[in-house]
T-cell receptor
Framework: KNEVEQSPQNLTAQEGEFITINCSYSVGISALHWLQQHPGGGIVSLFMLSSGKKKHGRLIATINIQEKHSSLHITASHPRDSAVYICAAPSFSGGGADGLTFGKGTHLIIQP | DARVTQTPRHKVTEMGQEVTMRCQPILGHNTVFWYRQTMMQGLELLAYFRNRAPLDDSGMPKDRFSAEMPDATLATLKIQPSEPRDSAVYFC??????????FGPGTRLTVT
């Protein structure tokens, strides 16, 4: 079964800073998920990526399948980006729309 | 705007009582997941279905938990009897085959 590790666990930064959150997993997969959980508790899917890089607004996600590593970047960070960011991978090798194994999450606070 | 819905949003019950949580997946999604989130363990997969058939329920305590999909528009998660350690937020998510997962708002369960 996949094991997913995230770092850092907590991150506090000033508005405007470039943010990087890292994720590594142990079992080869077809796609990796990045999720965002706001203080109210709702979970939103940010990205699902299987190779290279994806960009949505100020968010960028990259993945290196060979190294089993992914990063989530936030450019020009803003206080509204404050949330928990969670990396998740299919629990078993080759899984696509399969049950996910989650990292512990990165609690991000952006101060004005 | 299609969304996953879950009921109830909050449930407080006494130990030993039966609890039933319901989920309506997004129309057309053929995969439905149940996850549980606690402070200690984070997010964990309990069970998931594809085309209403259970594919994996290895994350569920079999003696007290059961998950079903009586039809394509309803998934249920039942706990009988409930215990204080079952207190958590239970999320339902749905998705197309090999696609992103869309999370419901969650059911916050407190067992006293």
């Amino acid at each position: 079964k996949n094991e997913v590790e995230q770092s850092p666990q907590n991150l506090t930064a000033q508005e405007g800073e470039f943010i990087t959150i890292n994720c590594s997993y142990s079992v080869g997969i077809s796609a990796l998920h990045w999720l965002q959980q706001h203080p109210g508790g709702g979970i939103v899917s940010l990205f699902m990526l299987s190779s290279g890089k994806k960009k949505h607004g100020r968010l960028i996600a990259t993945i290196n399948i060979q190294e089993k590593h992914s990063s989530l970047h936030i450019t020009a960070s803003h206080p509204r980006d404050s949330a928990v960011y969670i990396c998740a991978a299919p629990s078993f090798s080759g899984g696509g729309a399969d049950g996910l194994t989650f990292g512990k999450g990165t609690h991000l606070i952006i101060q004005p | 705007d299609a969304r996953v819905t879950q009921t109830p949003r909050h449930k407080v019950t006494e130990m030993g009582q039966e609890v039933t949580m319901r989920c309506q997946p997004i129309l057309g999604h053929n995969t439905v997941f149940w996850y549980r989130q606690t402070m200690m363990q984070g997010l964990e997969l309990l069970a998931y279905f594809r085309n209403r058939a259970p594919l994996d329920d290895s994350g569920m305590p079999k003696d007290r938990f059961s998950a079903e999909m009586p039809d394509a528009t309803l998934a249920t998660l039942k706990i009988q009897p409930s215990e204080p350690r079952d207190s958590a937020v239970y999320f339902c998510a749905s998705g197309p085959l090999k696609g992103e997962q869309y999370f419901g708002p969650g059911t916050r369960l407190t067992v006293t």
